[in-house]
């Protein structure tokens, strides 16, 4: 019989986060609004970080181009420095429970509230053809995340109104059928959660939105990103300040500057007194540059040998399914479903 209570027993904190395979590469946005946070979190935290592949299928997609993406991504967690004996790496899709959960998420859910998350009103606002699953997606992203009882979810800002959903999900399912799900807190970074697009520093980054321009890709040839940062949108001002409302460009700059390389705002402040934006593009694009050539290297060794990284994600599955066979199981139970053994008779 699955176990009455949520299996929070490690002595560790479960987390858990996901991106989904939507291009050939993660971008700047990715990496410093999550994956940086990942790499940090999996050492204080019992860490599960996965592929949502299953997400991915909410627009149309080509299967060859699906896999190849899905395999990246993995790859570049791990270049990004997850480390898959430490963090269960696995994809979304090796686990059927996921699927299982977000139908029962979606029965929870109210049909107008569903209506009013704020991605699916963008995208169809935009005139995208949108397919139920697109509607329901906040559920699955629910059913992800309460699968493995985690206590925090690192993401970025543009997440926040999925993470709230869920919370509110766990604790109606909880008041009607019995202390079950654990309520998530989000985890969002202070400095690095909205990284804006090059081009037009009042959108965020985003792969499926922003214009090659916009977009710095973790797989960009270093001259490409020293160009695009060169050409980034600033302001007809001079003075290197932190000032999101008046000088987003700048300010944008300052915190890809500030995360990466580890220095407070203020001082980046200082350090450019009194000289123009060439500086302070110079030396972002010097940084960015810095820290993505060795993920570059370790991503081209990683994607060479795709058998290993099966085996990392089968393995990182093979965890991730302790859990969510338990979850699924206790779910089930509350909600009064009969147990698999009444059908298989045994
Ligand atoms: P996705 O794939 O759009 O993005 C992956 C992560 O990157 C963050 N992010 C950003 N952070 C800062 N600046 C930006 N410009 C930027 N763009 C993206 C996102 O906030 C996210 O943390 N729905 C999720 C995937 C998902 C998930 C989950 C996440 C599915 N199930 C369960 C957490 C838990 C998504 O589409 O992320």
Redesign the pocket.
Known sequence: MPSATPSTSSARPRI?????PTSDSLHL??Y???LVNWVELQNEFDAYYFV?DL?ALTVPTDPAVLRRRTRITAAQFIAGGVDPEQSAVFTQSHLHEHAALGWVMSCLTAFGEASRMTQFKDKTAKGQNANVGLFTYPML?AA??LMYDAAY?P?????RQ?LEITRDLAIRFNQRFGETLVVPEPYILKQ????MDLTDPTA???GSTSPEKGLILLSDEPNRIVKKIKSAVTDTDSEVRYDPESKPGVSNLLVIHSVLSGTAIADLEKSFEGQGYGALKSEVAEVVVTAVQPFQKRMAELLDDPAELDRILAAGAERAHEIASRTVGRVYDALGLLPATARFGR
């Open positions: 858990l986060s996901g991106m989904q946005g990715n410093l609004g999550a949502a997400h992203m992800d995340i979810v993401v970025g800002e543009d997440q999925h690095g959660a909205k990284i965020k980054m985003s």
